[in-house]
């Protein structure tokens, strides 16, 4: 059974419809990629999935539940983590406390004791700290840990992201656009990040990038979006072969 | 990380008691003029009042302009509860806190859905209702003034009722439920998709704050010895807020001193008295401009650099 199954999905803004009858399906511990031209509407889909947006129509299961009722948070909490196009970071925390924030569900002490300084809270903070840390210590990130988030170079706050969402213990990650703006060692450097990320969380990915090279070298399928609606579906080999998809992005020989 | 935190707990109530004792040798041996340790009262009213708003204004991030609001409710029923219950002190602080939260809950469940500027602009509207509610209210004698409850709050109770504040508030920030406080200021959306439940935190701060301003009301209430709706309205609420921005959003040391501050220096220019509300302008832009972010940290900044990080992170 799919991990992630849209069937039919829509938004509509006003007269714009910016996504229309989306489908897809992702299954456990696969890595895929999802492209399309600029305004094709991939970070709308990403805000379908996460809750952001309620879509107009259509049906999203995870996990064999239906989740379009939900609100983001608890969509989180079933499973789906994501990171941002635009880096969205908790800017004024210290790093640590950043993947911390991520880990709120993994300890569920209340209020009272963390007054009353109970052990349940000690033990509780001492757990997340260490989760926190070696969290950090995949990313290489362990030496910045008490360092304000916004004072972190730009890679290194892209990693921190990851992180974060990862932190929340999900079974399918979102990535949009993790190497925009960078260089082509940092984005090779994140290739290979993703890439241990997904062994050693064995975690489902669905990725937007406009970086080909990326793209096609780690994903296993593609899903090409053009104007809200599914274009193509498939290895990067028949993607890259597929003259419709040549068409979104050069435009007809006509 | 325990033994660490224990340590810190340990030196902070040592240095509570130490300036406790202090400050009530001075007052028992005239050192402190009655006067002045009436006025030391006031200063720990306004310290639980700030601090309280903090936890809404400057951790949540929401900007609340309703919290004299509060602190009135809190106010009326502590008072109502000594005069008509006879119950101590202690409780009718209590009872007044409790409803004062509850009425947090009512204003916050409608409210916090809203964000900046509206929220700012209902929570004044909420101000000013309750306000008109005592002045009409037959039981809170209106604008003649609630008289007969106790003279309760002495030296002693208002210092207690500092500490436990900023040690509840303080626990609360430095716990899993104060990171998702921040996390909503930082960034909403970021915060709800890393799995924070943003509205119940919302509630839960605000509901928090407006217990301990219930508090300050009780306090005051007991202190003051007469009621009168009109030193809760809107000017009360802007003089907590200022406090706060004055000592720094999301910083609990910095809103402690602004509050002793902002109580002294009226009192040191009671002669200027007319121009109370002009010099807390004056002092409000001068902040801005000396700094447009905080005064505190600025200042701390020059002692130590890595303390800057902490000190948000709190």
Same mark, same amino acid.
Request: glycine share 8%.
């Given at each position: ?254 | ?96 806190? @409790?409803? +004062?939260? !509850? =009425? ?9 859905? /809203?964000?900046?500027? #509206?929220?700012? *602009? ?80 919302? @509630?839960? +701060?605000? !509901? =928090? ?9 009780? /306090?005051?209430?007991? #202190?003051?010895? *007469? ?84 000190? !948000?992170?709190?």
């Amino acid at each position: 059974m799919a991990l992630l199954k849209a069937e039919g999905l829509g938004i509509q803004f006003g007269g714009l419809k910016a996504v229309d009858e989306f489908n897809f399906e992702i299954e456990k511990n696969q890595l895929y990629g999802l492209i399309g031209p600029n305004g094709a509407g991939k970070t709308t889909v990403f805000n379908l999935l996460t809750g952001v947006y309620k879509p107009t129509s259509g049906q999203i299961t995870f996990d064999g539940k239906p989740i379009i009722k939900m609100k983001p948070n608890q969509i989180t909490e079933l499973g789906i983590a994501r990171t941002f196009q635009n880096i969205r970071l908790f800017k004024n925390m210290s790093v640590i406390d950043n993947v911390k924030v991520g880990l709120h569900h993994s300890q569920n002490y209340s209020l009272l004791p963390a007054i009353l300084n109970t052990p349940g809270y000690f033990q509780g903070e001492e757990a997340i700290e260490e989760k926190a840390l070696s969290l950090l210590r995949v990313f290489d990130l362990e030496e910045f840990a008490y360092v304000k988030a916004s004072n972190l170079p730009y890679g290194k706050q892209r990693k921190l992201e990851i992180a974060r969402a990862l932190a929340t213990s999900p079974k399918l990650l979102l990535l949009d656009e993790p190497a925009a703006g960078m260089n082509p060692t940092e984005t090779a450097e994140l290739m290979e990040t993703i890439k241990l990320v997904r062994e050693k969380f064995s975690i489902a990915i669905l990725l937007i990038e406009h970086d080909m090279k990326l793209v096609m070298g780690i994903c296993e399928k593609i899903v090409v979006l053009n104007f809200g609606t599914t274009l193509a579906f498939g290895t990067p080999e028949e993607i890259r072969n597929n003259p419709e998809v040549v068409a979104a992005y050069l435009g007809n020989e006509e | 990380m325990k033994k660490q935190q224990i340590k810190q707990f340990m030196i902070s109530l040592i240095i509570s008691l130490v300036i406790y004792g202090a400050l009530m040798f001075s007052m028992n041996n005239g050192i402190i003029s009655s006067y002045w340790s009436r006025i030391m009262i006031t200063a720990c009213i306004n310290i639980v009042l700030a601090t309280s708003l903090n936890l809404a204004s400057g951790y949540l991030g929401q900007l609340t302009l309703g919290h004299a609001g509060f602190m009135s409710v809190g106010a009326y029923i502590a008072a109502l509860a000594s005069i008509h219950l006879q119950t101590p002190f202690i409780i009718s602080l209590i009872i007044g806190a @409790i409803v +004062a939260a !509850v =009425i947090g809950l009512i204003i916050g469940m409608p409210t916090l859905r /809203l964000k900046g500027d #509206y929220l700012c *602009i209902i929570t004044l509207a909420f101000n000013e209702i309750i306000r008109v509610i005592m002045l009409n209210l037959k039981i809170t004698n209106g604008a003649r003034g609630l008289i007969g409850m106790p003279m309760s709050t002495d030296f002693t109770s208002a210092f207690i009722s500092v500490v436990v504040t900023i040690y509840v508030i303080y626990c609360i920030v430095k716990s899993r439920h104060g990171r998702a406080i921040i996390s909503i200021k930082e960034d909403e959306t970021a915060s709800e998709l890393a799995g924070i439940p943003t509205f119940y935190y919302k @509630i839960m +701060a605000f !509901v =928090i704050s407006a217990f301990f301003a219930g508090i300050a009301g009780g /306090l005051y209430a007991h #202190y003051n010895g *007469i009621l009168v709706p009109v030193s809760f309205d809107y000017n009360k609420s802007v003089e907590i807020l200022v406090m706060v921005v004055l000592g720094g959003l999301g910083n609990l040391k910095g809103s402690v001193v602004a509050a002793i501050v902002m109580t002294f220096l009226p009192e040191l220019l009671r002669s200027f008295s007319d121009y109370r509300m002009l010099l807390y302008a004056v002092v409000l832009i001068a902040t801005m401009i000396i700094k447009e972010k905080n005064l505190m940290p600025h200042i701390k900044e020059k002692f130590s650099k890595k303390e800057v990080v902490e000190e !948000v992170a709190e």
